[in-house]
């Protein structure tokens, strides 16, 4: 798509022709989030709908307790050291954030008044700062007032390198200034289009000063709060167990008019995926459970007990397939996989090609995922109509088949094709996982057929996805010839995630296979067009650079997308849950209430 | 004895260190790292990773990390987890009730079923209630703890829905009510594993019986004209159990160790879960405790149980 055609989109978005929701699918569509393609629009001017929740209650209140399972159990409740999301999601019970993502990719504001736009003032038109103006009357659960200051001391609390939070990377390169007690000030060294990060959903918790204020710094780990956490959120704290259960009680004086419905919450942890959508969907014991990675199956026989029914919620996690085009075998200027060398077939695009094209997705869509996951052939997509008409994808041993023979990959007498004395045999490795398991089966039953062995391999993953330097199993390594494991796109700032193809990132010994560059695709004209989209003001010439940038690598075959896999929840019948693939599972908890009967 | 008992525990010391520095190197070769987690999300760059490894001390080589930790496990402090970061005796204190009420709970069963059944058995070998018990005996203890516990949650709650199988720490409530949720949802994991147990020991208290019941110093107690109640009581049983008992006190570790598998299926959070957990995050702070505290404690029911097997029988004497 080019940047014309972008911006004739837009157009017919703010002529009304073209509906905003449609928009925000056909740019899911071309691998952007629908975070980003919301931004998009509101830097054209074309101020976002506020689509209003479903909210029935009347009152505060009254709801008895919402009990929800998380098979991985929460084991720390400071936002700003959360290890993964089930961290960020505990915190998120008791902490808010400025705003959150809604499922089409809006901003709703929650401790703003309102969402920063051209039209407010709130967006610079250098695009080098936002000023976000704070809701007032707002209170902390132990009652001192929520002020531009808790904003400016998490800025401060995170940035510091002694605090070791994880969220630093947001922090470090912005300055928050107060402009009065409830208006801050984001600046951004260079002009950022993407600016909703800081204090923006998981990443943007506000933690009080007056609580965390003495522990700054390298004394981060000794404050109380961190085991008791005091927020501005839906619901106190009551008790927490790391590793096992957070429990919560009524916010009365919850910012927001009528909210929550629950008197009390509690999320227990522990325990395995398949038991977890047991005691939500068979026997009804839990009102909602967390990331269900079942079989579809197994999820559908549970859903007939009639207690609950399964959520499926689109997002940006997807399946994909690495195809390493260096040589991971043999040791070039000591070490494996240099980028200087050259795999034995997959430097050869017609090989790669032939790979992508027996990749069976649609089978692994309808064997193994079922309702939870979509066969896809670009880096990102929802429904199969809003597909890039730039990346096309099929399933054709015949013509891998024929690829392979033209180019010059000869059939042995053992059926593996050999070229200068090389035989097609490729090890494929990922991390010990059974649904993993079954789609190596069937890659490797198809690449039987055209000629190719496949050595499948599987790692444990706390081994696989591991940063240790001194294991060779590692993803980060990639001392393999192809790869497989699930990547997550809700990273909102496209720039950190185009970069995950760019030359300078490649991972290897000097930086200690940390770089994001795993395939180590090393192209100059990639690398032009991402030197070019870091530094282009316009979002829309930026947003067509990005949708060139994802072509490429798609087309280029050094990755072969599988499956899209939307987020899989457990909800009670009765239960109306607020739930968006941009953001936590409790981005809007405060929406959360029960029907009085099954819907 | 006190003599002994000094030396005892002297010699504790050196194999204290031993294991400590054993656990320790094991646990710094295995692979993985606290920090996988986060290597996933694109939104934390390697810097953060880099720069955590270093404030937590995991880039020091690790003989300097292990004598770190000795001298802060010498003044009493046994770190804080990396996962979590909390206080690492924090983290085993908030679990340790909950193990102890389950699996104490199971070891008492454990023990009610073993000894009567045990004896009985013995009494009347080859019976028609000895066959029954044995058949039994043997198919619970051949039979895992995952799968009973499996079949159990199967049974009971699914089929029947009589039982919760989550288990919560903390029952809101007072009084009848919090007691009948306790009991309700101790009931399954207390069984699964008091069964597992008391099935192994009802054949050690059966041999045990068996081989005393046979002495001569019971056919005297007879031939005095005694009843069987009180030759089986009095005579066989207090001398049958010596051993019995230090059985008992070796497996008292266990108790505080937890049971990790069962602890997992009905979410109990236990000491065994929180090891579990720790082991998988490669959380070395916490799995190093835990061990370590579970080594000590096994070298202490060791001496224990020595120590009772010489008060029990007065023919072992201390050197």
């Known amino acids: ?599 | 004895m006190g003599h002994y008992l000094l030396r005892r525990l002297l010699i504790a010391l050196p194999s204290l260190l031993g294991i400590s520095v054993v656990l320790f190197t094991v646990l710094a070769l295995a692979p993985g790292d606290p920090f996988a987690e986060m290597a996933l999300n694109p939104n934390i760059p390697p810097e953060v990773q880099e720069n955590m490894r270093k404030q937590f001390g995991l880039d020091d080589p690790i003989w300097l990390r292990y004598f770190h930790w000795l001298f802060a496990m010498l003044h009493g402090n046994w770190g804080f987890s990396f996962i979590s970061r909390v206080d690492v005796d924090t983290l085993i204190w908030a679990r340790v009730p909950v193990t102890l009420a389950v699996i104490g709970a199971s070891q008492v069963l454990a023990l009610l079923i073993a000894l009567p059944v045990g004896i009985v058995s013995a009494a009347r070998p080859y019976s028609w209630f000895d066959r029954v018990a044995s058949t039994l005996a043997f198919v619970g203890f051949s039979l895992p703890t995952f799968f009973t516990g499996l079949l159990f949650i199967l049974l009971f709650s699914i089929k029947l829905d009589w039982l919760p199988f989550v288990f919560r720490a903390d029952i809101p409530g007072t009084g009848w009510a919090w007691w009948e949720a306790q009991i309700r949802q101790s009931i399954m994991p207390v069984l699964v594993l008091g069964l597992f147990q008391g099935a192994s020991w009802t054949r050690y208290v059966r041999s045990a019986v068996l081989d005393v019941i046979r002495l001569d110093y019971v056919t005297t107690a007879r031939s005095k004209g005694l009843r069987e109640r009180a030759v089986i009581l009095k005579h066989v049983v207090r001398n049958a159990l010596i051993p019995v008992v230090t059985l008992v006190a070796l497996t008292m570790p266990q108790v505080f160790g937890g049971a990790i598998v069962t602890e997992q299926i009905f979410r109990v959070p236990g000491i065994g879960s929180l090891l579990i957990d720790a082991i998988l995050r490669n959380d070395t702070p916490v799995v190093m405790a835990v061990t370590f505290v579970f080594s000590c404690l096994v070298i202490l029911f060791n001496l224990i149980a020595d120590l009772l097997y010489g008060w029990l029988d007065p023919r072992i004497s201390y050197r």
């Open chain 1, 1 to 599: 798509m080019e940047e014309v055609e972008l911006r004739a989109l837009i157009e017919d978005v703010r002529a009304e022709k073209l509906p905003r929701r449609r928009f925000i699918e056909r740019m899911v569509g071309l691998g952007l989030t629908a975070p980003m393609a919301s931004m998009l629009l509101m830097h054209s001017g074309i101020a976002q709908t506020q689509p209003a929740p479903v909210y029935k209650p009347t009152k505060r209140g009254g709801g008895g307790a919402l009990r929800v399972l998380w098979w991985q159990g929460a084991t720390l409740l400071q936002p700003h050291f959360a290890n993964g999301t089930k961290d960020q999601e505990g915190s998120r019970i008791f902490y808010e954030p400025l705003a959150i993502w809604d499922n089409d990719g809006n901003l709703v504001p929650i401790l703003a008044a309102e969402i920063p736009s051209r039209e407010n003032g709130g967006l610079a038109a250098d695009g080098k700062s936002v000023t976000w103006k704070l809701k007032k009357g707002v209170t902390w659960h132990d009652g001192k007032p929520f002020t531009a200051d808790d904003c400016v001391f998490t800025w401060e609390y995170a940035k510091d390198p002694a605090t070791a939070a994880v969220t630093i990377g947001v922090y470090k390169d912005v300055v928050v200034e107060k402009v009065d007690a409830n208006t801050i000030r984001v600046t951004f060294a260079k002009p950022t289009p993407f600016w909703a990060t800081a204090f923006v959903a998981a990443e943007g918790m506000v933690l009080p000063k007056h609580v965390f204020g003495p522990y700054a710094g390298a004394k981060s780990r000794e404050a109380p709060a961190n085991l008791k956490p005091v927020g501005t959120g839906p619901y106190k704290f009551v008790d927490f167990k790391p590793g096992d259960i957070v429990r919560g009680e009524i916010n009365k004086d919850y910012h927001m008019a009528n909210r929550p419905y629950f008197d009390t919450i509690e999320m227990k942890g522990g325990g395995d995926a398949t038991s977890a959508a047991r005691a939500v969907l068979q026997t009804g014991e839990y009102d909602y459970a967390w990331n269900l990675q079942v079989e579809d199956e197994v999820l559908k026989r549970m859903e007939a007990g009639g207690k609950g029914k399964v959520h499926i919620v689109p997002g940006g996690d997807i399946e994909f397939i690495q195809l390493n085009i260096t040589d991971p075998w043999n040791e070039v200027d000591g070490e494996r996989g240099s980028v200087k060398s050259k795999h034995f077939a997959f430097s050869d695009p017609k090989v790669r090609e032939a790979m992508a094209l027996l990749c069976d997705k649609k089978s692994m869509q309808e064997f193994i995922y079922g309702r939870t996951g979509f066969a896809t052939g670009n880096f990102m997509n929802n429904p199969p109509r809003f597909t890039s008409k730039n990346t096309k994808w099929e399933f054709n041993v015949d013509k891998a088949n024929q690829i392979l023979d033209a180019a010059g990959w000869k059939r042995g007498s053992d059926g593996v094709r050999e070229k200068n004395g090389k035989k097609m045999k490729f090890v494929y490795q990922t991390s010990i996982n059974g649904t993993r398991q079954k789609e190596q089966a069937i890659v490797k039953q198809a690449a039987q057929k055209a000629g190719i062995d496949l050595e499948l391999k599987s790692v444990t993953a706390s081994v696989f996805f591991s940063s240790d330097v001194a294991n060779p199993d590692t993803y980060g390594k990639f001392w393999a010839d192809m790869q497989m494991y699930t990547t997550t796109m809700t990273a909102p700032d496209g720039e950190r995630f185009m970069n995950q193809y760019q030359s300078e990132e490649v991972s290897q010994k000097a930086n200690k296979w940390s770089g994001r560059n795993i395939c180590r695709y090393v192209n100059p004209e990639y690398d032009k067009l991402a030197v070019q989209g870091s530094s282009e003001l316009d979002p829309v010439k930026r947003a067509a650079i990005y949708i060139q940038m994802n072509d490429m690598v798609v087309n280029d075959h050094i990755i072969v997308p599988l499956i899209s896999r939307p987020r899989v929840r457990g909800g009670n019948l009765r239960l109306v849950t607020t739930l968006s693939g941009w953001d936590l599972d409790f981005s809007a908890l405060q929406n959360w209430y029960r029907e009085t009967q099954a819907a």
